[in-house]
């Protein structure tokens, strides 16, 4: 098992939302977002820092007919200036409709829309950590037709 951290970033125009695994790597835990802004890498670097992550998983949002999507294009320039900066292992994870089902829990759980604008980001980025930490186990985390 690890014994460091895995980050996962939904990455946005906005705010990125952030997951952190636990260190044993089974379990997906929201943070706080992250505003999309020219400080992005520099809180980025300082999040892997005081998590002590070992890895990066960001969410890469391919459409569903499998062409690549704008914000596709966007986040992989994204990674390319962020390997600049940092050497850490990143991982790209397909994250279709994580957004749309933390939405759905969301409002499952009858979070008010302010909250839920604020908290999606980070839900969606906790749901793509889990299917990736559920894939390192062989397993299926979740089925976004609930």
């Not at 705010?15 to 020219?38: C, E, Q, W």
């Not at 062409?67 to 292992?89: P, Y």
Request: without cysteine; hydrophobic residues 40%.
């Amino acid at each position: 098992m690890s014994t460091k951290k895995i980050i996962a970033i939904d990455y946005g125009t906005k705010r990125h939302g952030i997951a952190v695994s636990d260190a044993l790597g089974m379990y997906a835990h929201t943070r706080p977002f992250i505003p999309n802004n020219k400080h992005s890498i520099d809180n980025l670097l300082k999040l892997i820092d005081q998590e002590n992550a070992s890895s990066l998983v960001f969410g890469i949002p391919t459409n569903l007919n499998g062409k690549e999507s704008l914000m596709e294009v966007q986040i992989r320039a994204f990674i390319k200036v962020f390997k600049t900066h940092s050497n850490i292992d990143i991982i790209e994870w397909d994250e279709r409709l994580t957004t749309a089902a933390a939405e759905k829990i969301l409002i499952g759980a009858d979070i008010k829309r302010k909250k839920r604008k604020v908290t999606r980001d980070s839900m969606a980025a906790s749901i793509l950590l889990q299917s990736y930490l559920d894939s390192l186990k062989g397993e299926t985390f979740i089925d976004f037709n609930f």
